[in-house]
């Protein structure tokens, strides 16, 4: 969902306070600051006593000199109003919240938070300034706060549709359903029609699994704007569920680009003020083109900071970030992006390959569960569903779902690998070996990595009788000689080392630990150093699962 488009300036909802304004300032106010008539001010009464916080300057030097220029201007403004003798105390509000939009709109968040507390204190009833702040404290995580400046513009103004709908979507991106859905009833009670509020009720609805009142209100929200194109998808999900199959993929053809719409003047107010979203797009997907990442983060964070409720501009800004390998960053911006587009099985499988990536398994498994609960045959996220619940030691699943894999897929390496993997650590040695045996067989004998992972199983293995030396030496020796790699020498060693000849081990694994010192890897001539300290005592490697063959699986 996102905020309409900009409209003229004269919908803006501060006529009164900011026009007199400009008969107090006169050419202090730059060019188009309103294109409205002024007002003929009231004659000010005494400014009431308000201890004003004072405004950071914020760093300019990174922003295109024009918009510099701009923000300076509009701070210089801001200083005339407030030394200016003939301005009430609302004219002074007016000045702090102006200044607050324009740099909420350019993403200088503290200027902007203490430019609105100080509007807000000059005028406690004006709902304005507390909903910006609520924005500002979302955009930057602090849901706390953001719950609690939405509350308090909403007493100010208990029939602000926005306000209720944005307090909605906050709650209900927290999983607080049922407040979110008090919101939304109070959004719609006021103006029935309001779609976005229509839309957060059908996946309150969803996902409580109660699908016939989901269906009511995406089919609504449908009704009242057509062009809502994203609300066939999360349609067709609760049809499916209902069993009318046919419907669902009807609805399922119709989906589209098109999002479900808020209109929020407010908001529209910084579009306006940024050149809009649609232009800050333009020149993040400019810059991402050139390969200019930072630019292209700036600007796709600046628009979501414009609507934070934009999952494309969401998926935009994690492209950048993952160009600049923020992949921390990148993950929570998809994240935030999958609940604001749920059911979006694509962008489920990207969040979820880049959980994996930075190592979060835990938060990969319900994605790539949804995935493959949604389609079965996605071998693929069902190898990767496997991987992450063995590296959270959710072993006896694993082993059942890399076991899915290959009956899938038969020849699938990496799962024949990962359930080697699994067996090995649940202590079932023997069968791993077997499993290794009857894959190289299936092979024709041809899968070096079978092979290199087996001869680790045969001369290492705790059970003596799983372990068979010779045959670890013919199949490791076979596989040095073809590719006299770091993988096929560790093995090598460790049938040599099984075998009785310590020495020849001690002095491959010297190399091993020699080479990774050379190349400044630390962490893997350690690695290395445990295994020469073994054959240097003439003592034999009994741990059969290596980083390698961990790494041939895939991870």
Not at 328 to 344: F, H, R, S, Y
Request: proline share 6%; charged share 30%; hydrophobic share 40%.
């Amino acid at each position: 969902m996102k905020t309409v488009a900009p409209s003229p300036l004269s919908s803006r909802p501060w006529r009164g306070p900011f026009a007199a304004l400009l008969l107090v300032l006169g050419p202090l106010v730059f060019t188009g600051a309103c294109s409205e008539p002024p007002e003929e001010p009231t004659a000010p009464p005494p400014p009431a006593a308000v201890e004003l916080k004072p405004i950071p300057e914020p760093d300019l030097s990174e922003l295109d000199p024009l918009v510099a220029d701009r923000l300076r201007q509009r701070r210089q403004w801001q200083e005339a109003v407030e030394s200016a003798d003939e301005v009430t105390t609302e004219q002074r509000a007016e000045a702090f919240g102006e200044l607050g939009n324009l740099y909420q709109a350019y993403r200088l968040v503290d200027a902007a938070e203490a430019a609105y507390l100080d509007a807000r204190s000059l005028a406690p009833d004006d709902y304005r300034w507390p909903f910006y702040l609520g924005h500002l404290y979302w955009g930057e995580n602090r849901i706390e706060d953001a719950e609690r400046a939405f509350e308090e513009s909403l007493e100010q103004k208990p029939d602000h549709v926005a306000g209720h709908v944005r307090l909605g979507e906050l709650l209900l991106d927290q999983n607080r359903p049922e407040e979110a859905e008090e919101q939304f009833e109070r959004a719609l009670g006021t103006a029935p029609e309001t779609t976005a509020a229509l839309f957060g009720l059908g996946q309150i609805a969803a996902g409580r699994g109660d699908a016939e009142e989901a269906v009511k209100d995406f089919r609504r929200v449908l009704e009242i704007d057509p062009g809502a194109t994203e609300a066939h998808y999360p349609l067709a999900l609760a049809l499916r569920q209902l069993g009318r199959k046919d419907e669902a993929e009807a609805e399922l053809a119709r989906r589209g680009d098109g999002e479900v719409r808020l209109d929020d003047p407010l908001m529209r107010r910084l579009f306006e003020l940024s050149d809009g979203y649609r232009q800050l797009q333009k020149q993040g997907g400019e810059a991402f083109e050139a390969k200019r990442y930072d630019d292209a983060i700036d600007a796709f964070a600046a628009a979501v900071a414009a609507d934070p409720l934009a999952p494309v501009a969401r998926r935009n800004l994690a492209a950048a970030l993952l160009a600049k390998e923020r992949y921390a960053d990148a993950a929570e911006q998809l994240t935030v992006a999958l609940k604001l587009a749920p059911g979006d099985l694509d962008e489920t499988r990207r969040l979820a390959a880049l959980e994996l990536k930075i190592g979060d398994h835990q938060a990969a498994i319900p994605l790539l569960e949804e995935v493959v609960r949604r389609e079965p045959g996605d071998t693929g996220s069902l190898l990767s569903l496997a991987l992450a619940l063995e590296e959270t030691g959710r072993l006896d699943e694993a082993l059942g779902t890399y076991r899915a894999v290959l009956a899938a897929d038969p020849d699938r390496l990496a799962a024949r690998l990962g359930e080697a993997s699994a067996l090995l650590r649940l202590g079932r040695t023997a069968e791993a070996r077997q499993r290794l045996e009857a894959g190289l067989a299936a092979s024709g004998g041809k899968s070096g990595e079978l092979a290199n992972a087996l001869a680790q199983v045969l001369a290492s293995a705790p059970e003596a009788e799983v372990r068979d030396g010779k045959k670890a030496l013919e199949l490791a020796d076979g596989l040095f000689r073809a590719r006299p790699d770091a993988e096929h020498a560790e093995t090598l060693a460790m049938a040599l080392a099984e075998t009785g000849d310590y020495a020849a081990a001690a002095r491959l694994q010297q190399g091993l630990v020699e080479r990774a010192e050379q190349s400044g890897l630390k962490p893997l001539a350690d690695y290395y150093r445990v295994d020469l300290e073994l054959y240097r005592r003439q003592q034999p490697c009994r741990e059969p699962w290596s980083r390698n063959l961990a790494a041939a699986s895939g991870r």
